[in-house]
């Protein structure tokens, strides 16, 4: 996909890595605060260049299985950040399952289809309503279908599913012998309430070390699941694919777990200081949007988005991303993964630049 | 694949990432020397967490392209070792011609066939002779392929391809309009003369940091091409299942490049001299095998293959890998990248191993 065509931007990886000269970027979800000072020690270990076991080093497993009921050490592979756990899970799916359908929640983020397609199954989609799964929709559509993938708290919604809905899709799919993939990278940023673990042999759990621990550039994920099939699978392709995920990254995110638990509860209260600055004040701007109650987005409203995300950028350097590339056309997705001086600074560009615009809101 | 089966040890990752119990490993190839200490000071900056460019560091590739003729920072792109540079062609054919032939040299690294398999491509043999290809049986397979992988020095059989052929499949494919994916990680370690670098906006040449500066569990490789289409198909792909390459690798890549090239000769000189070591060791011993000339590799035959790596393994606790496992079944391959003490007691235990079993070499 061109990142930029006929002038326009037409995709998020345009503005990946993009920063400084005074932009301000509402774009990438990648957390601002500095990851714990104690991954830092005694990095020159040769151990630590040498080859690793492929489904991850034992220790970093071993404190995985004790966050996780009744887990043991082989229910998980350690990958290259999420995005690699989701591939080596849609590939498993295909070895095992051959060309089958996996049901999209809509809107998105923004690789999950391309993600399924490149595996070399089919995505179909079942429409969110007010950023949340309609459970009576999610039941017509999930029976035609082999997996299910769901986020929550989702990005770019920055909604966290309701309990009843997600016990029902835990049970549902669990009859139907369907597959759950639930990505939780952001789990522990819920604002709002407790995170819910949907369990069962059914369930591929996707996580990473990025968001909790501000360590996105590392590329440290995991996938946990139950089902020996599907780990045996992921393992051997990512023995052709990939090898060991780095070492390094590896023993960084073991020592992150070990951090007292105040680490996170300190970054969830600033993320949620956040939250209820940019939700408040896009209010007070007239926006139309849904409280996030966990992850750091938000994904208001507006006409002309693809217009209106360039025009940002081009004109007022600000990066925001256009809800299109998420499925939601019509809306445009702010991260305020970033300081309130910032955040101030970039919404007041962005009123400017809505001037004489009320009726695009 | 499961890694033991009926009590047959029938895959590599069943040794990979085993040591110590007084295990002799001439399994992995991965080199025990150190990485140069260069790379470990100041790693705490704050910018190596965070998410880099998709398709790489722009310093690292300003520093890659200093080492072609006439490259520019575009024609790279950084992965997660040359295993994901190789998986990335070739989903990247797939995505550009659709489920095409890759030609591929028997014996051959292990993952080849399954890392062209998994992205939807078939691949198709050609035998080497002597542990090079015969350039007569080449040019007639070529024929029928859209690209073709070549990987000189060769793992596993250790052997250079002689300039002729290199400059004949350099011709031959460019007449043909078909990719030649050169894997060339091994071009810094070759004892009988300088690399041959093939050329052409045909060739998609795989590389990685691994084996040159013994940073094996850092995951970083990269992917060096002309053709612009590639480069890009193979971005989108990464982005959507992978994201940056670890950022603190690529650093350490970076700082690897810079220290002085003495440092390669002097790791060359060394694995030169256990070259000679293990060659003599093994004819004297009535092996047959080739010498190698460039990796760190021998292919010497051996009746019942399977076998011996089983025994070697659970009775002498010595790692040899299964010929068959590369497509040479009546081999096996030693990886001579220990030191020369551990080397002299693992060749007494294959030689206490093969006593009155003369009629297997």
């Known amino acids: 996909m061109p990142r930029i065509a006929d002038g326009k931007i037409t995709s998020p990886s345009f503005f990946i890595g993009l920063d400084g000269n005074g932009i301000i970027s509402f774009g990438s979800g990648q957390p601002d605060l500095p990851p714990p000072k104690e991954i830092f020690k005694h990095l020159e270990n040769q151990r630590l260049f040498k080859y690793g076991l492929i489904q991850g080093d034992e220790k970093l497993r071993q404190a995985l299985a004790n966050e996780y009921p009744n887990a043991r050490i082989e229910n998980f592979v350690i990958t290259n950040g999420a995005s690699e756990a989701l591939d080596l899970v849609f590939r498993a799916i295909y070895q095992i399952h051959g060309r089958v359908k996996v049901l999209l929640c809509r809107p998105y983020y923004y690789s999950y289809p391309s993600i399924v397609r490149l595996a070399g199954l089919e995505p179909v989609y079942v429409n969110l309503v007010e950023g949340r799964i309609d459970p009576r929709d999610f039941e017509k559509k999930v029976h035609d279908v082999k997996a299910v993938l769901i986020n929550s708290p989702s ?105 007292p638990k ?24 007239g926006f139309d949007l849904w409280k996030p109650e966990g992850a750091f987005y938000v994904l208001p409203k507006i006409k002309h988005s693809q217009r209106v ?47 004489g615009k009320d009726s695009w809101l």
């Open 155 to 259: 990005n770019p919604t920055g909604r966290v599913e309701i309990l009843s809905t997600l016990r029902l899709i835990e049970k549902i799919t669990e009859k139907l012998g369907i597959y759950v993939i639930s990505d939780e990278v952001y789990k522990d940023l819920i604002y709002e309430r407790e995170n819910y673990l949907i369990k069962g042999k059914h369930v591929l759990t996707v996580n990473s070390f990025s968001k909790t621990y501000s360590m996105c550039g590392l590329r440290v994920g995991y996938l946990y699941a139950r089902n020996p099939k599907i780990i045996s699978a992921a393992t051997d392709i990512k023995m052709d694919t990939s090898m060991n995920t780095n070492i390094l990254g590896q023993e960084m995110a073991l020592r992150a777990m070990q951090v």
């Open 262 to 285: 105040s680490f996170t509860t300190r970054q969830t209260a600033i993320w949620k200081k956040r939250r209820d600055f940019i939700y408040n004040e896009l209010k007070t701007m």
């Open 309 to 355: 995300v360039n025009e940002l950028f081009f004109k007022h350097k600000v990066i925001a991303y256009d809800g299109a590339w998420f499925g939601a056309p019509g809306r445009i997705r702010l991260s305020y993964a970033l300081e309130l001086a910032q955040m101030k600074e970039g919404l007041a560009r962005i009123r400017q630049y809505l001037q």
